[in-house]
């Protein structure tokens, strides 16, 4: 086989694996958005809520579907600590006890995600 031909083929396999990987990514975070129909209210300040949006602006653009490897969702979360549940709902609670255990706040999180460029 020649170069071109061989280049045609891997470039093929690997539309066809991120066209699948999109499919079933997609799949996977809307069967688990529709299949809790929990709600979270976090409580927060209004000065711990700004923060939090500005951290999800920042790691997502606000999408709850996002994903960059092992990092879910609207705060790019490890997939260990969303334990399979992708809901917006459980994206929120995890999101907010980590941010409370790690940070003790929002504001906090923002802080260290200014100065090293993540939290």
């Known amino acids: 086989m020649n ?46 809520q700004k923060a939090k949006e500005w951290i999800a602006y920042r790691e997502s653009r606000g999408s709850y579907s996002a994903r960059n490897g092992r990092y879910i969702g609207r705060y790019q979360l490890d ?3 969303l334990k ?4 917006k709902t459980n994206q929120e609670r995890t999101a907010d006890r ?16 200014q100065r090293c460029g993540w939290y």
């Open 98 to 113: 980590y941010v409370k255990a790690r940070y003790g706040s929002w504001v906090n999180a923002k802080k260290h995600w």
């Open 79 to 81: 997939a260990s600590y």
């Open 3 to 48: 170069l071109k031909k061989i280049a045609v083929i891997v470039m093929s396999a690997l539309t066809l694996f991120g066209t699948v990987d999109t499919v079933v990514n997609t799949q996977t975070v809307s069967a688990a958005t529709t299949s809790k129909t929990q709600t979270y209210k976090s409580n927060l300040s209004s000065a711990n």
């Open 84 to 87: 399979g549940d992708y809901s």
